[in-house]
C-alpha cells in the first residue's frame, strides 16, 4: 500500500475583532459630524440675513462676514454693540469640547488616522503639536489666529490631560479676541460694510447660485488633487 500524506492546514489568524461604536464614541464625535452637516446646509443663511440682520446671522453661522457686518450695523446704530459682541459666541465654541475629548478619548491614535488619511493633515497636525508643546494653553488661546486647524490644538489638549475647565477658559479668551477684532473690523468700516452686506442680500439668489458653483467645483478639485499628493515621494 501507498502511504498517505497528511497535510495539515496552517490554521488562520484570527480575526481582530472590529472596535465597537459605543453610546460614548456617539455623543463624543456625533455633535462635530452634526456640525459639519449644519455648516454646509446652513450655506444659504449667509446671503439672506447678511444685510438684513447680520447680528443673528453671527448667532447662527459665527461667519467672518457676519461679524464684519454686525460691527457696521453697530456703527451706524442699528445693532447694539455688546450683542453684536457675545452673540457669536455659542457658534463658535460649539465643538470646541467636543473636539478636546476626542483628544482625551482616542489619543494619538485619532490624529495619526488624520494625518494617514489625507497628506496635508499630515503636515498640519506636526506643525499643531510643534505650537502646543512650545507654547502650551497659550495654544488655545491663540488658536484662532495660528496658521494651523483650531481643532487640531484642541484635541492636543485633551490628550496632553489639560484640565477641562482650563482648557475651556482659554478657549473663551481666544474666541472673544477673535470676535471682538473682527467686529471692531466693522466697525471701523462703518456703513460702507453695512452697504455691502445690503448688496448681497439683495442679490441673494445669485450668490447662493454661485456659492453652489464654488463648492461643487471645489470638492471635484479635492478629490482630484488627493490621490495625486498621496503619490508624491
Not at 146 to 161: I, K, V
Not at 180 to 205: D, E, K, R
Amino acid at each position: 500500500m501507498e502511504s498517505e500524506t497528511l497535510t495539515v492546514d496552517t490554521p488562520a489568524e484570527p480575526l481582530r475583532p472590529r472596535p465597537r461604536v459605543g453610546v460614548k464614541d456617539v455623543l463624543c464625535v456625533g455633535p462635530i459630524i452634526a456640525n459639519t452637516i449644519y455648516y454646509y446646509a446652513g450655506l444659504p443663511l449667509t446671503p439672506l440675513l447678511l444685510g438684513r440682520n447680520p447680528v443673528l446671522l453671527s448667532a447662527l453661522r459665527g461667519s467672518i462676514a457676519s461679524m464684519v457686518a454686525a460691527g457696521g450695523f453697530a456703527r451706524v446704530g442699528r445693532a447694539p454693540l455688546f450683542l453684536a459682541l457675545i452673540a457669536p459666541i455659542p457658534i463658535s465654541m460649539m465643538t470646541d469640547p467636543f473636539f478636546f475629548w476626542a483628544g482625551k478619548r482616542y489619543g494619538r491614535g485619532l490624529i495619526n488616522y488624520l494625518s494617514e488619511s489625507d497628506p496635508r493633515w499630515r503636515k498640519r497636525a506636526a506643525r499643531g503639536e510643534r505650537f502646543f508643546k512650545k507654547y502650551g494653553v497659550w495654544t488655545i488661546v491663540l488658536a484662532p489666529f495660528l496658521p494651523a486647524p483650531s481643532p487640531l490644538f484642541y484635541m492636543a489638549a485633551g490628550e496632553a490631560g489639560m484640565p477641562f475647565l482650563l482648557f475651556i477658559a482659554a478657549d473663551l479668551i481666544g474666541t472673544l479676541t477673535y470676535i471682538g477684532l473682527i467686529v471692531a473690523a466693522g466697525w471701523t468700516i462703518g456703513q460702507p460694510a453695512v452697504t455691502v452686506a445690503q448688496t448681497i442680500s439683495n442679490y441673494a439668489l445669485w450668490v447662493i447660485v454661485a456659492m453652489v458653483v464654488v463648492i461643487v467645483a471645489w470638492s471635484f478639485w479635492s478629490a482630484w488633487r488627493t490621490p495625486r499628493e498621496a503619490t508624491r515621494p
